[in-house]
Nanobody, 123 residues
Framework: VQLQASGGGLVQAGGSLRLSCVVS????????IGWFRQAPGKEREGVAC????????FYADSAKGRFTISSDNAKNTLYLQMNSLKPEDTAVYYC?????????????????WGQGTLVTVSS
């Protein structure tokens, strides 16, 4: 199982970043695939996920209106477009997958968890 995230970096507040995640090795059409994030000293937070097969999505309140999750099924790649970034968005973002959207909604540890990519938003 691989969930390979990339695209993190340093950006000023108000800027944008796009994260990518290449997935392989599991029946991803049966999973909600997306991102968690974890900032130093804070709890893990589900940010967004998408059921590729039907296109339904979940967004945390903190992401609604600013972040957009999408999937290129031909490339087995997931994207998280993050706009209007704020310093409080600073965290390590982990690509993850779980059979249930609830894992992202309530912050449960997901079935699959990839390596993270650091997003730093300066004020």
């Amino acid at each position: 199982v691989q969930l390979q995230a990339s695209g993190g970096g340093l950006v000023q507040a108000g800027g944008s970043l796009r994260l990518s995640c290449v997935v392989s090795g599991f029946a991803f059409d049966e999973y909600c695939i997306g991102w968690f994030r974890q900032a130093p000293g804070k709890e893990r937070e589900g940010v967004a996920c998408i059921y590729r097969s039907v296109g339904s999505t979940f967004y945390a309140d903190s992401a609604k209106g600013r972040f957009t999750i999408s999937s290129d099924n031909a490339k087995n790649t997931l994207y998280l477009q993050m706009n209007s970034l704020k310093p409080e968005d600073t965290a390590v973002y982990y690509c993850a997958a779980d059979r249930a959207e609830a894992a992202f909604r309530f912050g449960f540890h997901p079935d699959y968890w990839g390596q993270g990519t650091l997003v730093t938003v300066s004020s």
